[in-house]
């Protein structure tokens, strides 16, 4: 047995947290890119706090999803504003900016020349600038993960920037910060979380490490979400599903992920829809089909008992048979009312695109099994 286990260099977690933040600054220099969301004003407490302990604050916006247009502009500011570090303060999107930008003012040429699929995909050269990364959300675990997934509308897909100098120096993670995320958001963030928690579960890249880190996320997981949906101030079920992300993200960084991340990158670029329900509208599909496929092609393999336990531990049941993991997962989606594909924008005639786009994607590797056209066509249009 042989893996390996990076992560953030330093992980901050609990109510309030955010309180030390200033002080998490300081060692790093004393001006800062300061890296917000939407809604300024959900930052705008963080924000004073490192202007009252003197740091001089250079303000970037994120209002969607980042592009490389967007990226682009944040290295340059860096640069331009002799930033020391970056502070990110927000949902995944908002993290990636933040870990992207970091790590492009730190290496020269331009963000083409690191991309994966649509870009030259060199490696970086250099660590990136020091990066504090503060969720807002409880999906992405972005905060502890080496990657930024990166929009390129010219070219209608999602990509990755990737490399170990990446990792955010500090994961500062504050349950508090989540309070008032509404329950759509606390949904489709939560599905992601749950996503990644049983994708690197049953990868073919699983280790000890992150085999530990999925069975407690999903525990949480699968109880807390439902209350964190309908009682938004439950503080331990925010605190459940904000470890749980923590934990998704440290497990696919150091495992993979499957053929719903495979799916969702280049969906992500095809359509107008949040990750996490794209995620979640293909999650139930896309087992049902590794499990069939496993049965008939590779009844022998591990992956195979992988879906029972995640079924034992779905269900509580030491009985549950595979084919349960696939019932219980589409209850709790039906119990948020996640639309489907088409309600999300795809096209029929997509279909074969998605197809292509998706076998190209890093995150098929890990899926459990190699998936024929044919299946990976059944999963979307079942999930239509």
């Known amino acids: 047995m042989t893996f390996e286990f990076a992560t953030t260099r330093r992980i901050i977690f609990g109510p309030e947290s955010s309180a030390q933040i200033a002080v998490c600054a300081k060692q790093f220099g004393e001006r800062i890119l300061f890296i917000c969301g939407r809604s300024k004003a959900r930052t705008a407490g963080i924000k004073n706090q490192l202007q009252n302990h003197n740091l001089t604050v250079v303000p970037f ?44 003012a730190a290496n020269p040429g331009d963000l083409l020349d690191y991309l994966e699929v649509i870009g030259r995909g060199n490696p970086l050269k250099h660590p990136a600038l020091p990066c504090i990364a503060v969720p807002t959300t409880a999906g992405t675990g972005s905060e502890v993960t080496k990657n930024s997934v990166i929009s390129s509308p010219e070219h209608g897909v999602k990509v990755s920037l990737r490399s ?25 963030t939560g599905l992601d979380a749950f996503t990644q928690l049983i994708e690197a579960f049953v990868t073919l890249k699983a280790n000890p490490f992150t085999d530990a880190l999925c069975r407690e996320g999903i525990n949480r997981i699968s109880h807390a979400l439902p209350r964190a949906v309908e009682h938004g101030n439950d503080s331990q079920a925010r605190e459940d599903m904000c470890l749980a992300s923590l934990f998704s993200g440290l497990a696919l960084s150091n495992a993979k992920l499957g053929a719903v991340h495979g799916f969702a990158g280049p969906l992500g670029g095809m359509i107008n829809a949040a990750h996490g329900a794209i995620c979640a509208s293909l999650l139930a599909q896309t087992i049902e089909i590794n499990v069939k496929a496993l049965k008939s092609r590779a009844p022998e393999s591990p992956q195979l008992a992988r879906f029972k336990e995640l079924a034992v531990l779905l269900t509580g049941s030491p009985s549950a048979r595979a084919e349960d993991a696939v019932d219980r997962i589409k209850k709790l989606c039906g119990s948020f009312a996640v639309p489907r594909l088409q309600d999300l924008g795809l096209a029929e005639n997509d279909f074969a695109a998605a197809v292509r786009k998706a076998k190209k994607s890093s995150s098929m590797k890990g899926n459990p099994i190699e998936l024929t056209d044919a299946e990976l066509l059944s999963i979307i249009e079942t999930a239509y």
Do not use: F, W
């Open 61 to 104: 916006q994120v209002t969607h999803e980042p592009t490389v247009e967007i990226i682009t502009q944040a290295a340059e500011l860096v640069r331009k504003q002799s930033c020391d570090a970056v502070i990110a303060v927000g949902g995944g999107s908002v993290l990636d900016t933040g870990k992207a930008a970091a790590a492009l």
């Open 164 to 188: 170990n100098l990446m990792y955010p120096a500090i994961a500062l993670v504050d349950p508090v910060l989540t309070y008032s995320l509404p329950p759509e958001l606390t949904a489709t």
